[in-house]
C-alpha cells in the first residue's frame, strides 16, 4: 500500500486543489478533541468536478462494481452534493485504508446525520416529538461504533474478554447445534429460500447465545435489527425510515435495561455478565453506555453476518468451479471466505467526519466534512489486488477492508467468520450438488449493508 507522503505527492491539481498547504497528508497535527463533537453544517460547497457517476440507482444496487470501478478512473476523491447533502467519496483501497485509521478522520457522525432528516420525519405520533429525535440521537452517540478515542478505547478494551478468539471458537458446537436446528428440517427438500430459512435466524440466535438473552426473543431481534439497517441504509432517510428506525431502538434499548436490570443480581459468565463486571469496574459508564453497547451489539451481529452469509453462498453458487474446489478441499474455508468478504462486502462503505481540516490528492476537506469510504471499491482496486473482479478462493492477498481497520476493526470479525464457516462446511456436507435457482435472486436495495433478501436454492439436479 501506498504511504501517506506517496498520496500527497499523487495529488491530482485544478481549480479547486487548495492553495495553501494546510495540513498536508504527510504531517498529523496535534490531535484535535473529538469527544462529543459539534461538527459545522452545512458541508462545504460542490467544487467543479467530472461529469458525475450515477450513484445508487437500481443497477448500482444490483451490481455496484461497474460504478466503483469508474469512480477509480475517474481520481481518488469525488465531491457530490447528492450524497446524504454532501460528501466526499474515497473509492481507491490506500486512501480508505488511510481515512479508517488516522484521526484527522472522526467516527462521531451521528448528530449531523439525524439533524438532516427533515422536520416532518420527528416521531411526534407517539408523543414524544423532538425530546424522542434527541433521545434516538442520544443512544446512537453512545454506542462505541460512533466514538473516537478515549472513548472507544475505553469500552473496546471493557468488551475485548467478551470476543476474544478463544471465547468465540469455544462457542463453535454450539453454533454447529443452532445450524442442525435450521438445515435439518431442509435436508430432504428439493429446494429452499436460504435467507429466510437460514441467513436471517442463525445470527439472530448466535447473539442470543452469547448475549445470554432468551432465544424466544428472537422474531423481536429481528424487527428491531431490520428497522434500524434501513435507516441507516438510507442516503436521505424518510419521515417513515426515522420513525421506524427509532421505535425499533428505543425498545430494544428498553428491552436490555430490564434485562440488565435482572442480570446485575446475577451476573452470569456470558457476554453481558462480562460488561456487568466492566461496568462494575467503572470501565462502562452508567449513562446509557451499557445499554447503547449491547443494543448496537445486537444490531450488528445480526445485520452485517446474514448479508456475510447470503452474499457467500450467492458467490460460491454463482462460481460452480469455486464450489467444487471448496467442497473438495475444506481447509482451504478460511481462505474461501476472505475472498468473499473481499470480493462482495455486506459492509459497501462506512462514514467519517473531518476532524481536522487537511489536504488530499490536492482536494481541501474542511473539519466537519462527511467522508465515505467505499469498501465495496478498495476490495475491488487493481492497484492493491490482481485481478480484482475474479472471484479466486486460492488468492493470496487477504487485506480486504471489509472489517474496516485500524481502531474500529470489526470487533466481532472472528465470531462472523466462525458463522460462515459453520454454514457453508455444513451446506457442502449436505447438499454436494447444491445450485442456484433460476430467476430468485432479490438484493435488498441497501447501498452500504448489500445482501439479499431472497435467494432460492437447489438442493438436487
Known sequence: MRNMDELESHSTTGSHASKSPGNRIGHVPARPEMVRQAWPLPCQPAPPANTPLPLFDGLFLQDPYPTYRALREQGPVHWRDDVFQGAWILPHYADVAFA??????????????????????????????QAGRDAFQRMFARAMVFLDAPDHRRLR?????GFHPSRIRALAPRIEQLADELFDPLQHCPQFEFIGAVARPLPSRVMALLLGVDRSDEARFMAWS??????????????????????????MAGYFDGLLRERRQAPGTDLIGCLLQA?????????GELVAQCAMLLFAGHETTRNLLGNAVHTLLS???QWR???????????????????????????????????????????????????????RDPARFAAPDTFDIARRESSHLSFGSGPHVCIGATLALLEAEVTLRQMARRWPDLR??????????????????KLQLRTVG
Not at 431490520?226 to 425498545?251: K, N
Open 325 to 379: 474446489a471448496l467442497r473438495a478441499c475444506p481447509e482451504a474455508m478460511p481462505a474461501a471466505i476472505r475472498e468473499i468478504l473481499r470480493y462482495d462486502s455486506p459492509v459497501q462503505y462506512t462514514g467519517r467526519r473531518v476532524a481536522a481540516t487537511l489536504t488530499l490528492h490536492g482536494h481541501t476537506l474542511r473539519r466537519g466534512d462527511l467522508v465515505l469510504a467505499l469498501i465495496g471499491a478498495a476490495n
Open 226 to 251: 431490520d428497522s434500524l439497517a434501513t435507516f441507516i441504509g438510507a442516503l436521505q432517510p424518510s419521515a417513515d425510515e426515522l420513525r421506524g428506525a427509532r421505535r425499533g431502538l428505543m425498545q
Open 100 to 129: 479508517l485509521r488516522d484521526p484527522r478522520f472522526s467516527s462521531q457522525r451521528t448528530g449531523g446525520w439525524i439533524k438532516r432528516v427533515p422536520d416532518a420525519a420527528t416521531p411526534a405520533a407517539d408523543g414524544r416529538g
Open 157 to 161: 478494551r471493557a468488551m475485548a474478554a
Open 319 to 321: 462460481h460452480p468451479a
Open 279 to 287: 461496568e462494575a469496574a467503572g470501565e462502562i459508564h452508567a449513562d
Open 436 to 453: 442456484l435457482a433460476e430467476s430468485t435472486t432479490s438484493w435488498n436495495g441497501n447501498p452500504g449493508l448489500r445482501g439479499l433478501t
